[in-house]
């Protein structure tokens, strides 16, 4: 197994080759996709947890002085999520996508910066903050209009059709992954004959089992982080660069490959 750590053309031509050669190729993503959109980590200095506490589910549930809390906090990332773009990493992904290069996107974010790029098949392991959802019938709505109204009235909202509890369409700390989303994400996983983890700590499980997954059943793992991660020992190719420069770089050398078999044919 080749693991090494490619800061140069190396090793990035040999990603566009893996990427030429692959059959089923999937994306799974963490925060770290995002913080070139201007959204901070949730574990760095500047992000959530360092300014808040936690809010668990069952304190969600069962107080609503907690609930108060919890659409205090999720409204203000509410509004760094309205005033993100997509980054190049994004729109890299996008193409790759819609080029048949890749097969879908597994990401740990709740931004819905992946659907804003482009990106059609993407599985939300932990849910979206774009939405609202009512716990007792269901029911789904934007954010927008919610949030506003919390921030408007200063109390947290109850479903207008149940008078349920209203909470954004994520999965807090407690509250069970979907369950569904998570089988989906594993049999891509199963099925991929290339993984790129991406911006990822590949801290948190079940999440972090998806790369480790794929691994296990065949695939080529690419990790391209800023820092060490857990999964480092079973990558086939290490990369600490910044993403939006690191899949522009990879994205171009594919992009004159192409070029390269295109003129060669003619």
């Known amino acids: 197994m080749m693991k090494k750590n490619f800061e140069s053309e190396e090793g990035l031509q040999l990603v566009v080759n893996w990427l030429s050669e692959s059959q089923c190729a999937v994306a799974f993503t963490g925060a770290g996709i995002s913080t070139e959109s201007g959204i901070p980590d949730f574990r760095s200095p500047g992000g959530v947890w360092s300014k808040n506490r ?49 097969d879908g996107v597994v990401t740990q974010n709740i931004d819905g910066l992946h659907q804003q790029a482009g990106n059609k098949y993407v599985l939300e392991l932990h849910g979206t903050a774009r939405e609202i959802s009512c716990l007792g019938c269901e029911r789904r709505w934007a954010a927008d209009f919610w949030v506003q109204k919390f921030l408007t009235e200063d109390r947290v909202p109850h479903c207008p059709e149940c008078a349920g509890l209203l909470k954004h369409a994520t999965v807090s700390f407690g509250q069970a992954m979907p369950e569904l989303i998570v089988e989906e994400s594993m049999k891509l996983a199963q099925q991929a004959d290339l993984c790129f983890a991406l911006g990822s700590s590949l801290l948190v499980y079940p999440a972090a089992g998806i790369p480790e997954f794929a691994k296990k059943h065949g695939a080529r793992l690419v990790i391209i982080n800023r820092t060490e991660t857990p999964l480092d020992h079973l990558a086939d190719l290490i990369i600490r660069e910044p993403l939006g420069e690191t899949l522009t770089r990879i994205n171009d050398l594919l992009m004159q490959r192409i070029d390269a078999e295109h003129s060669g044919e003619s």
């Open 54 to 102: 936690t809010v668990y589910f069952d304190e969600f549930l069962n107080s609503e002085e907690d609930r108060y809390e919890y659409w205090r906090q999720k409204s203000q990332t509410h509004i760094e999520f309205e005033a993100a773009s997509p980054n190049r990493a994004h729109q890299v992904l996008a193409q790759w996508e819609d080029s048949g290069r890749i």
